[in-house]
């Protein structure tokens, strides 16, 4: 249902979150339907509920920061 996609794109999206509308075209749909921004809006909403995601920021959805460590601590090339 494109929920993993949603996941993938919010890490990639890191600290500056991911909106509706970017969620719109990781899902396929056309970003310029409001039917359809509403409808991954609701998808994110729903990862939020189920503690997959955050939103600090209003229409910015985010993972929660010790998934963002765990994600962080995977990547090569970093630090000391």
Not at 44 to 50: A, F, I, P, Y
Request: hydrophobic share 40%; glycine share 18%; charged share 25%.
């Amino acid at each position: 249902m494109g929920y993993q996609a949603l996941m993938a794109a919010a890490l990639e999206a890191g600290g500056d979150g991911l909106g509706a509308r970017r969620a719109a075209v990781v899902l396929g749909w056309d970003s310029a339907s409001a039917s359809r921004v509403e409808g991954a809006r609701a998808r994110l909403k729903r990862l939020v509920e189920g503690g997959w995601l955050v939103e600090d920021k209003p229409g910015r959805f985010t993972l929660p920061a010790e998934e963002q460590e765990v994600a962080g601590a995977g990547r090569t090339g970093g630090g000391s």
